[in-house]
């Protein structure tokens, strides 16, 4: 890539709202595996991974500063994580905290959003996820295949 559409790219970015500064990328087997030994049914983890590879490109850093989501699975300061540097909202958290290497608040309170959202009328946590309607639906074993789950 040139220097100007490295540039170019950046403001793109910017633009959308949608940076990723210097966090830990995950590989897809690596979110794969670590969701599973913090207890995610093996069945859902393609369904994860899709989401999650949509949501941040698997980069715990990413920050949609438009939409005001946080973290690896873009959970929302609307209703999950504070703004503030007082931990509050649905999962009792900074949204800050939800940008570190170490994805255990992020994993938690993903499953936090999955349980509350599946009481709901769709009765599929999934869907508080826009990127699940948009391209995770249906059997998404292939985000893990080769993983040795
Ligand atoms: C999902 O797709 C894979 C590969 O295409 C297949 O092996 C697996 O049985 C499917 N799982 C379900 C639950 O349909």
Request: aromatic share 12%; glycine share 10%.
């Amino acid at each position: 890539m040139s220097y100007k559409s490295i540039f170019c790219s950046f403001f793109f970015l910017l633009g959308a709202g949608l940076v990723s500064i210097e966090g830990k990328v995950f590989t897809k087997c690596e979110l794969a595996k670590t969701m599973k030994a913090h207890g995610f049914p093996k069945s859902q983890l393609g369904t994860w991974v899709c989401i999650a590879y949509h949501e941040s490109r698997l980069n715990t850093k990413t920050v949609n500063h438009a939409t005001g989501d946080y973290g690896i699975f873009q959970i929302s300061h609307y209703y999950w994580c504070s703004d503030s540097n007082v931990p509050g909202k649905g999962c009792k958290i900074t949204c800050k905290s939800l940008l570190v290497d170490d994805i255990s608040g992020s994993m938690a309170c993903a499953r936090k959003v999955f349980t509350e959202t599946q009481k709901g009328k769709t009765k599929n946590g999934f869907t508080a996820w826009v990127t699940y309607k948009k391209h995770c639906k249906g059997n998404q074993s292939k985000w893990i295949k080769g993983c040795g789950l």
